[in-house]
C-alpha cells in the first residue's frame, strides 16, 4: 500500500524539530509510552513487544477504536498531520510497532 | 400508575460491587447481619473544600482482568462484575447461555466522570486533548453495550435513566420484558458511582447533606435528617420467569408478585408535596397481587434523608397500610443514596424474604412519625411478603412486591 | 400481498397523533414538504465555534424555530420535546383523564448536556454562578421526560431508554409493549437530542463525520452528519382509539430489540444483531419479508454502518427485494430522536403514498444491492414498511407500520 496517498502535507514548526532527528528505536520507545498512557495497556506487555510483534488480531488484539487513539496521539505527540479520508485497510499501519516507525520516519522525511 | 399484568417472576441470582465487598447474596446476608455504614469521610478525592465530606465508597479496584477491562471505565467494570456475580450464583456458566438473555440497566448518572474527563481535555487543549477512548462511554448505554459483549448476553437491552428509583424501574422492565415474551430471563444491574465534580456540585445545589448547615449525616426518617448522603455501587439480579427457572433447576430465591410504577405530579425536581399525593399506586400494587396490608412483614423504603422525600414516603405508605404494620427498613443508611441504589433494595428484600434478615434503623433515635412501626432493634421476621417502596425527586413512585421462593 | 388485521384485535397497537422539530422546522408538515422534496438542510453548524475540527457540517433546528419555541424551559432539548409533544398531543385530542394514566417514554442521549458544558467551561475556571450551576438540574434524559409528564399531567408508566442512536426506536416498542400487555391504553413514545459539543466533539475525534453533507449507501461515503430534533408519537390500543373516534394514522405491527454483544461501536460485519431484530419484528408482525416494500434504513453515512447495514437487509429481505432510503441524509443524524423521527417519516410516507429519497446520492456503493430512491422522492402505494435503528454498542431496533387500511 502506497502511503502517499495517505499522507497529508507535514506542518512542523520549530518546536517539534527535534522529531525530524529521532530513530527509529526513539520513536518506537515514544510510541510504547502512547500504549501503556493512552491506551491502558498493562506495562509487563508493553515491555515483551518487539519491533515486529503483531499490535492487531491474533498479537496485542488492538481494534480500530484503539488504531484511532494511536492515531491521535501520532499527531498530537509527533506533530503529523492525517488526510481524514484514510482508505478501507489503514488500520495494517498499526500493525507492528516497526510499521508504525516507518509511518512516523517517511512522515519525517516530508519536508516542506 | 400502572401495574404489570400476573407473571410468575423469580430471582435466582444476586451480584453485589460495593463498600461492603463484592460477591454473591452472601454479602447481602452479611451486611444486613452486621447492619454497619458504609458511610465515612471521603477517601478516593479531596473534599477539604466542599461543605460536605462523607460517602460510602467502594474502595475495591481490581474488578476485572487488565486485559479485558482495559478500556473500561470504573462504571463498566463495576457493572460487569457484579453481573458476573450474578450468573455465576445462578449458575448460568455454560458458553452462550446468556445469548438469549435479556438485559437491563438502571443509572442516574452513568459514566458522568468520562464525560467530564472528555470535555476537560477540549478545555485544556483544544481539539488536540480529546480522547476517543471516552468517546463512546459519554451515553449512558455504554455499560450496558460492555455488560453485553463482557457476557454474551444478546436478546433485548436496555439502559434506563432516571434519579431516585432507576433501580427498581430497570427490575419493572424487566418483568414487562418477561410478561410481552421477549426474553425468559433478564440481567438487571442498577449502578451509578461517586464522582467528585458532581458531588461538589450537588452538594452546591444544596441537595446534599446539611443542607440545613447542621451536621453531615444520613438519617432517614429521622427529625434532625438534613439531606442525603451519597453512596454508590452495582447490584444486578438474575430475575426468569417461574417456568424457565424450573426447567433449568435453579435455586429461586425469591418470588416477584406484583410490581407498579408511575408518577405523582410536583413541581419541577421536587418531592410531592403532602397536599399533592395520592395513593392509587399502592393500592392499585396490592389488589394485582390479591394481597391485603396485613399479609406483609416488612417493606423497604427509598427515603434518602432528604426531609421532604421522607414525610412523602411516610405519607404513602402510611395511608397504604394503616397503623402498624408493615415493619418499615431501609438499606440507605449502611449504602449511601444513589439514584441505582434500588437494585441493593430489592436484593436486601430478597434476602429478608429467603432467611428473615433485615436491616436495623439503628440512628431513628427521633422518627418524624409516632404511629409508625420502624426496624429499630434487631430482630428477625418469619418470610413473608415484603413490599419494596421507591420514590423520586420529580414524583416517580414505584412498587415491588417480593415473596419467598415458591413452594413446590 | 398483504394479509388484513383482524379487526377485532383490540390490543393492536396504533399511532393517533405524530409531533416533530427537525432542522426543517416545526411541525409534521414542514418535515413532510422538506423530506418529499427531498432537501438536505445539512451545512455548517453555527450553535457553537467548530474551528479546529475536520467536519463542521451537520443539522441544526432554525434560529426562528427555536425563537418561535420560546425559553420557557431551561434546557434546548426541554423546548424540542415539548413542541413536539405539544403538536402530537393536539393532534390526537386525548381527554385528561387519558393522558393522566397514560405511559410515556422518552429516549435520548445527550439530555440538557448543552447548557451543562457552557456550565462546564466555567466550573474549570472556578467561575461558575449558581444560574449556570443549575443546568445540572436538566442534564439527564430523565429529566425532559418529567417536563413533557409535567406538562401534560401524566402519572402514568414512565421511562428514558437510552440505547445510544436507537433510543426513541425503543421508546416505541416498549410502550408497544404496555399496550399490548394491557398495562395502558395510551402511551406517549417519542425521543429527543440537542446539538451538544460532546457529540459533535466525539464524532470528530473518531473520524466518523464527513466534511461534506452525509452520504448513506453512496460509493464515496465518508461519514455521518451529526444533528438535532425531537419527535413524539401517540400509541393506543386499536380499541381505545375507536371507541373514541380518534384518526389512526398507522398501525405499529411489530417490533423488536436486540444486542450484537460485539463491540463498542462497530457493528460485526455479519450484521447478525440486525438481522435478528428485524425478523423478530417481521414475526411479531406477522408478516414476511415480502410483505415489506419500504425500509427507512438507520442510514449514517459511515463506510462500516451502512456495510454492515445492507448485508443484514440482503439476509432478510434478498438482493434487490425492498426500496431503501436513508432519512439522515436529508436531516442528518438526529441521535436518541432518530428513531422517532425515521419512524415518523415512515408513517408519513405510507400515509401519501411517497417514499422520501437519499439525497446526496449520486453512485450507490456497488456493494449495496438495492434501490435507495436517490435524489427524487417516489410515488408508491405500500401497506407495510420498517424503520430501522442500529445504535452504537451493538443494541438494534426494528419497527413494522402497516397503513390503517389494513383494518377494512
Redesign the interface.
Known sequence: MALDSRIGKLDFDKHYAWIRAMTQEEIIVEVKKMLSQ?????PE?VAALEADSPLLRGGL?L????C??LL?GL??EFGLEFK???E?GWIEHFSSLERISQLVIHMQGELP | MAVLPPCRAVITGIGCVSPFGVGGSEVVASLLRANASAIAPIRGFATETFSHHLGAEVAVTNLVE??EG??WSRVSQMAVAACRQAVAEAQLSAPEALHPFGLVIGTEFGDLQSTEAFDVGFLQRGP?G????LF?NTVMNSMAGIVSLALGIKGPILTLNQSGVAGELAVIRALALLAANRARAVIVCGVDELFSVLYETLGRLHVLSPCDGGDEACRPFDQRHNGPVLGEGATALVIETLEHAQAREAAILAEVYSAGWGAITTRPYHYPALSQLHYRLLGQALASAALSPKDFSVAYLSGSGDPYHDTAELALVAEAFGAGRPLLTSVTHLSGEYGSVGTLRVAAATVTATAGLLPTLSYLDQPIRSDICFARQPGAVSPSVILVHGLARGGMQTALLIGPPPTQ | MSRSISARNARNVVITGLGVISPYGRGCDVYWTGLSAGICVLGPLRLFPTEGF??NVGGQVPEETVREIGTAQRSRANRFLLAAADEAVGQAGLSRQALTSAAVSIGGTGGGMLEVETWHQQYSRQQDDRRARSALRTMIPAAQTEALARRFRIEGPRESPILACSSSAAALVTVADLITTGVVEVGLAGGVDSLTRVCFMGFN???LLD?RPCRPFARDR?GMSVSEGAAVLVLESYEHAVTRGAPIRAVLAGGAISSDAF????PPPDAEGAVRAMQEALRRADLTPSDIGYVNAHGTGT?QNDKAESAALEQVFGPGKVLLSGTKSLIGHTMGAAGAMEALATILALEAAVLPPTANLDETDPDVPFDCIPHTARPCVLDNAMSNSFGFGGQNVSVVFRHPRVFE
Open positions: 493512552r491506551l491502558r495497556v498493562a506487555r488484539g481494534d480500530s477504536l484503539d484511532i487513539e491521535l499527531e498530537d481524514e479520508d484514510a478501507e | 487488565d486485559e482495559r478500556r488536540r480529546l480522547r476517543a477512548f463512546p | 475536520p467536519s475525534t473518531l473520524k466534511t465518508r463491540h463498542p461501536i462497530a463506510v
